[in-house]
T-cell receptor, first 118, second 112 residues
């Protein structure tokens, strides 16, 4: 069974600096997809960025980027030039297998709370 | 406007009572999902659906039923609510072949 582990429960950084958070995963599939979602203080959950297992290049979207280390089963999220509004809980998630196998269901980690302070 | 809505947003129920949580999406997505969120567990999948008329068990289906009467609507049913089902429940939708899931605002359920 697939498993996603986030060991950092909370991180505090100063505004405009870089924050990095870790995620390791377990899967028996050769094809899988990794995601990061953000949950704001209001409870809203939004998709941020995705990495396909077969791609060697690290995904980047805006000031979010990934550090994909396939041999270590690791997918870290990096947020550069942090802003106060980046304060949130960040969830790592994984989907195994082919597109729409098992309804594209995701397995989530428990989340890392990030506080960006002035 | 919000594409995934949930009702009610807050619910207090009694042990042994029946609870129905409703979700509506205007994304025209085939896939819909119900999760619960608890401290220390993140988001856990309860049931999901490929389309109208289909429901599938997720990772923690015990004590829950689901119903997908139409493309737009997906309900989560607690026939006999228990205090252990006190949680925040999120509905989400996703496109067939897509990867991103779109989440509703959540429903806070308290079972006394």
């Amino acid at each position: 069974a697939q498993k996603v582990t986030q060991t950092q429960t909370s991180i505090s950084v100063v505004e405009k600096t870089t924050v990095t958070m870790d995620c390791v995963y377990e899967t028996r599939d050769s094809s899988y997809f990794l995601f990061w979602y953000k949950q704001t203080a209001s409870g809203e959950i939004v998709f941020l960025i995705r990495q396909d297992s077969y791609k060697k290049e690290n995904a980047t979207v805006g000031h979010y980027s990934l550090n994909f280390q396939k041999p270590k089963s690791s997918i870290g999220l990096i947020i550069t030039a942090t802003q106060i509004e980046d304060s949130a809980v960040y969830f790592c998630a994984m989907r195994e297998g082919l597109t729409n196998s098992a309804g594209n269901k995701l397995t989530f980690g428990i989340g890392t709370r990030v506080l960006v302070r002035p | 406007e919000a594409a995934v809505t949930q009702s009610p947003r807050n619910k207090v129920a009694v042990t042994g009572g029946k609870v129905t949580l409703s979700c509506n999406q205007t994304n025209n997505h085939n896939n819909m999902y119900w999760y619960r969120q608890d401290t220390g567990h993140g988001l856990r999948l309860i049931h999901y659906s490929y389309g109208a008329g289909s429901t599938e068990k997720g990772d923690i289906p015990d004590g829950y039923k689901a119903s997908r009467p139409s493309q737009e609507n997906f309900s989560l049913i607690l026939e006999l609510a228990t205090p252990s089902q006190t949680s925040v429940y999120f509905c989400a939708s996703g496109a067939w072949g897509g990867d991103e899931q779109y989440f509703g605002p959540g429903t806070r359920l308290t079972v006394l």
